[in-house]
């Protein structure tokens, strides 16, 4: 009982610095949260860097251009840099859940101060069951939890299915990755015209977010928007 209550008195500590936090509810102080890297504004549509000074709210990069991805937007705030990439890792490969907590908490609060639209529901991107079976946890699932309590929105945690073992997406050149993931998800269930977020840690070649957006699309979304912790 002594040791009980002892524990409830213990002071929230940040996961940067380990000072202790004023506010019990934050996981970073005051000055680690506004030192966090900003994600510099890129493609409309992929948040990909774009060359020279040209205004971000209208222009497309190249790729969107000449193939029009199927998902309608990406929303992501920060870029794939420490200490968000630690974040990610922490959570992915240590089952941090206090790290996985703050990802979503992050994304909630980045979300809920923009003026993007708040979409029907939320839906993780799949762990190929292998890996879901050895590491138990699908980080995703775990970071879209945590946004649609914050978001209150709703959360349909199987919506998407993934069918069949790939070689993992980061072993491939970007050109392969497209091939590589061709076909490999389906949903399990048709879509009756709704517009979907599909959660996820980190955005990189983007083309695990094209083919899921496109499945989704052929089931009936009417919008499908990818978002990311961070964008590499
Ligand atoms: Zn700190
Ligand atoms: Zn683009």
């Keep these: 009982m002594i040791l009980k209550a002892f524990h409830l008195q213990l002071p929230k500590r940040c996961l940067l610095c380990g000072s202790v936090c004023r506010d019990t509810h934050q996981a970073l102080c005051t000055p680690c949260l506004a030192d966090l890297p900003q994600l510099k504004t890129g493609c409309s549509r992929c948040l990909a860097p774009l ?69 029907n529901l939320l839906t993780p991107v799949p762990l190929h069951p292998y890996r879901y079976w050895k590491r138990g946890f699908n980080q995703s699932t775990e970071i879209a939890r945590t946004l649609a309590k914050f978001l209150n929105a709703p959360l349909e945690k199987n919506l998407i299915k993934r069918n069949i073992h790939s070689v993992p997406q980061m072993s491939l050149p970007a050109k392969a990755r497209q091939k590589n993931i061709r076909g490999i998800f389906s949903t399990h269930r048709r879509i009756n015209g709704e517009h979907i977020a599909v959660i996820d840690d980190v955005m990189t070649s983007g083309a695990t977010a094209n083919e899921i957006a496109r499945v989704l699309k052929k089931a009936g979304a009417s919008r499908v928007d990818i978002w990311t912790f961070a964008r590499a």
């Design 51 to 119: 060359a020279g000074n040209m205004s971000p709210q209208t222009i497309l990069c190249g790729r969107c251009i000449k193939s029009p991805p199927a998902f309608d937007q990406v929303i992501s705030f920060y870029p794939y840099a420490r200490p968000i990439s630690d974040f990610i890792l922490r959570g992915k490969f240590h089952q941090d859940l206090a790290s996985l907590k703050l990802i979503g908490e992050l994304m909630a609060i980045r979300f809920s101060e923009s003026n993007h639209l708040l979409p």
